[in-house]
């Protein structure tokens, strides 16, 4: 596929599952996108990032951007902790690394976030002005996006829902913590019930084949991680109050999981009012984290 010259933003979503890598234009049109598995090993993630940008890289590109699942330092580039990725990736440089490299300026952030801004302005956020975005994969994450600027807190960690404690001494989370709420409602989560309850390690794929078979034992499962998931959604809702929340990640193509937490939803927020906050399905195809990335620049601090 030729490459339009008029291309000249990569941009680079990294998930603890997947790694997305997009080349695109001004206008934020993609023009190419790549998908690999996330590798287990720090270095390997590392290489295939920096692979990644290579088989992209042309004289056009003016910015290399990208969203990493993890805390982030935004102001200097640093992975500062990924609970879901390998510990070799803790406090790795990444900025100062790719600018070396590729003689280009770098922007690094949370991929939430990035998955947030991107909805907010290109996506299912374009109208209104306070969203919460919400990524349902192996882990949970969360970004807050007020009048198309993330809102990241004293030290860019605002958005961290997914370790928000629900079971005091409940389950161990991939932080190290306890209770957290990604540990009872993500991905991850529902595989190891799953595991838990029946013996059998299966992936969400096979979990939700025999969900829709009527199969007991996966339903359970199902449903339990389903009403974590609506409790998490009614703190939030309660707290925040947003406009809107936008879910997106791989587990939001579970159609009938997300369904049953939406309905239960109800049964925990406080007012009326706040039982008509819309909760949304992102409709940017998975694009939505590399278009936020693409659109982070040094005024969203």
């Known amino acids: 596929m030729s490459i339009n010259t008029t291309a000249n933003i990569i941009s680079l979503d990294v998930g603890a599952t997947k790694i997305r890598i997009g080349l695109l234009r001004d206008d934020y049109k993609i023009i190419k996108k790549q998908t690999f598995a996330t590798p287990k090993k720090a270095k ?30 935004f102001k200097n580039g640093i992975v500062n902790f990924g609970p879901n990725f390998p510990k070799g990736l803790k406090n790795a440089p990444l900025k100062k690394i790719l600018e070396k490299k590729f003689k280009r300026p770098v922007l690094i ?3 939430a976030h990035c998955f947030t801004l991107g909805e907010a302005i290109l996506g299912q956020g374009k109208n209104f002005n306070f969203i919460l975005g919400m990524t349902l994969g192996t882990g ?15 030290n860019n960690i605002t958005g961290e829902i997914g370790h928000q404690i629900i079971e005091i001494q409940g389950r161990k989370c991939g932080c190290g913590k306890r209770g957290c709420w990604e540990a009872y409602a993500s991905g991850l989560a529902m595989v190891k019930l799953y595991q838990e309850i ?23 499962v199902v449903k339990q991680t389903a009403h974590y998931l609506a409790i998490g959604i009614s703190n939030l809702i309660n707290i925040l109050n947003p406009e809107a929340i936008i879910l997106g990640g791989g587990l939001i193509n579970f159609k009938e999981f997300i369904e049953l937490a939406k309905r239960e939803v109800n049964n925990f927020v406080l007012t009326s009012d706040l039982k008509r906050t819309p909760i949304l399905i992102t409709k ?7 278009l936020g990335a693409a659109l982070l620049n040094q005024n969203n601090f």
Do not use: H, P, W
Not at 53 to 60: R, V
């Open 109 to 111: 952030d949370n991929d």
């Open 198 to 220: 029946t013996g059998q390690k299966k992936n969400i794929f096979a979990i939700e084949k025999e969900f829709l078979g009527g199969n007991k034992k996966a339903k359970t």
């Open 284 to 290: 940017l195809d998975g694009d939505a984290g590399l």
């Open 140 to 154: 949970i994450g969360g970004g807050i996006v007020i009048n198309k600027k993330i809102l990241r807190g004293k």
């Open 44 to 73: 390997e993630v590392l290489n295939l990032i920096d692979k990644g940008i290579k088989d992209f890289y042309t004289s056009k590109v003016k910015k290399i951007n990208l969203g990493i699942a993890g805390q982030i330092d």
